[in-house]
């Protein structure tokens, strides 16, 4: 048997005439697990989606398992034996666990009707297969982003795929799930599985893939076994140029204390939760999946009600119902669920960006809304972040990932906030996009910009902050500074291996 389990040969791909893929041919061997890396815009993402069916290629073909296909959509892929794990989240928000996982795929008794509790069987088996808790008959709208990642990998090793393509999976997981999830794809790469693995995180790659393909700008640039490629070198074949350091250096935070919480409680979700921040400073929350890092900032921003506590700018107590209140007191918030909660896909670039402060483009005596200014704005902020578009009025579904990224990273920082909560601020980002960001995060707090960064990648914890709140099981464990944010000790507390004061 030919040990190549799909080919493509001369795939071109134009939207409305502009390309963004350009003659790709590649092999994928049967049984390995393949790395695809590339800056953001590359065409990564575009590919998986012809070889998992949601877009057709403008010319070119595949063949899977020696014979030409026609991938004509996701159902077609999913016969042919193709999962694919999305970038952005396929669930429908309104149905179970479980509903989503067999979506299209159910048990059925012999009667006809649907097996509910064997599919809720096989769905705690998935899940505990990945280490994660979530209630099979839970509604996916009441899940954390982490979660429904969890989910969306169980969904697509529920079917017996042949080739499973996953598209950053990692990106809301901490290190701890990331090992799981490694283990995972050992086992079926064992059981015959062939695995695309898309990924911004090189080391991931250097440490779980056979083999990566480099992608620039919609051309393939290179393909080599990993053991003969270091991180450095994917990153620059990447972006095609050396690269510099990736943090910037910290500079001291004022001694102002600017925001401080005082034992925010919510019921069953977080629990005396109590920090101060000061003028300059950038504070991590770190933590594992359901630790409560993003129920901490959803409550700060009045998305959930707390039952204790009390909130404070500049020492004055302050009243925040409703993310607009919040934005009122001065916090802004980059949401970790981009297309759920952060932008909106079938909106412009320049619609995006001002959404969150229009009432400052508002001109009420004349009653419009003054559309030059926003274009300004707009394109010192594409300028700034580097975003990838050919004009400001592209709506945001014709954008990369990454790009997307930055629209609302640029969304949250224009009404000038006093604090922004950045939540997993690069998800989904490439190694040079992140670098701007975090120069960026890092140039708004030597002006003067208070931070509170939420990530799971430790590296960028430890990378960025002054000091680190560490979470488990929605209380605080312990706060580390200085020499003492090391890898080690962030897990120790994440884990409940080792506790200490609360110091804040």
């Known amino acids: 048997m030919n040990n190549i389990l799909l080919k493509t040969q001369d795939i071109n791909k134009e939207f409305s005439s502009v390309p963004v893929l350009k003659n790709i041919n590649i092999e994928i061997i049967r049984g390995e697990v393949l790395g695809i890396i590339g800056e953001n815009g590359a065409g990564k993402s575009v590919l998986m989606k012809i070889l998992s069916g949601i877009y057709t290629a403008t010319s070119g073909r595949v063949i899977f398992e020696e014979k030409p296909v026609i991938i004509k959509d996701p159902l077609n892929a999913k016969h042919l034996g193709i999962s694919l794990i999305p970038q952005e989240f396929n669930l429908i928000k309104e149905l179970t666990v479980y509903d989503n996982i067999f979506l299209g795929s159910e048990i059925r008794k012999k009667n006809g009707f649907l097996n509910k509790k064997l599919m809720m069987t096989h769905t ?6 990945l280490g994660v808790e979530i209630n099979p008959d839970e509604q ?13 990998i169980c969904k697509a090793i529920s079917v017996d795929a042949k080739l499973l393509i996953m598209d950053e999976p990692t990106t809301v997981l901490t290190q701890y799930e990331i090992k799981i999830l490694f283990k995972l794809m050992q086992r079926l790469k064992k059981q015959g599985t062939t695995i695309i693995y898309i990924s911004h995180k090189l080391k991931e790659v250097k440490a779980i893939c056979d083999r990566v393909i480099v992608l620039r700008d919609g051309e393939l640039i290179c393909s080599e076994m990993i053991e003969n490629i270091s991180v450095l070198k994917m990153a620059q074949r990447m972006v095609g140029r050396e690269l510099s350091q990736v943090f910037p250096k910290k500079q001291q935070p004022e001694d102002e204390v600017v925001f401080e919480a005082k034992g925010l409680t919510v019921p069953g979700v977080i629990e005396n939760i109590s920090f101060q921040i000061r003028k300059g400073e950038i504070l991590g929350l770190a933590g594992l999946v359901g630790s409560g890092r993003s129920e901490v900032a959803e409550t700060i921003l009045g998305i959930r009600k707390h039952s204790v506590g009390k909130l404070y700018m500049h020492g004055k107590e302050i009243t925040i119902k409703t993310p607009k209140d919040a934005v009122r007191n001065g916090i802004s918030y980059l949401s970790e669920d981009r297309q759920g909660c952060g932008i909106l896909t079938n909106f412009t670039v320049i619609q995006n960006t001002t959404l969150v402060s229009l009432d400052a483009y508002c001109n009420y005596f004349f009653g ?7 274009e300004e704005s707009t394109l010192k902020y594409k300028e700034r972040f580097d975003i990838k578009t050919e004009n400001l009025d592209t ?11 930055k629209v609302s990273l640029a969304k949250s920082i224009d009404p000038g906030p006093i604090v922004l909560i950045a939540d997993e601020p690069t998800r989904g980002v490439d190694v040079s996009a992140k670098q701007e960001i975090y120069s960026l995060i890092n140039s708004l707090a030597k002006k003067g910009l208070s931070c509170i960064f939420i990530s799971s990648e430790q590296e960028e914890i430890i990378g960025m902050c002054h000091r680190v709140i560490v979470m488990k099981d929605g209380k605080i464990m312990n706060t580390l500074a200085d020499e003492k944010i090391k890898e080690e000790e962030i897990m120790f507390l994440a884990t409940g291996v080792r506790e200490g004061a609360k110091e804040v």
């Open 124 to 129: 705690n088996e998935l899940l505990r297969e």
């Open 140 to 152: 996916i709208e009441n899940l954390s982003t982490a979660q429904k990642q969890m989910v969306e």
């Open 368 to 374: 419009y809304v003054n559309k030059k200014k926003e």
């Open 395 to 405: 709506r945001l579904e014709y954008l990369s990932g990454g790009n997307q990224q």
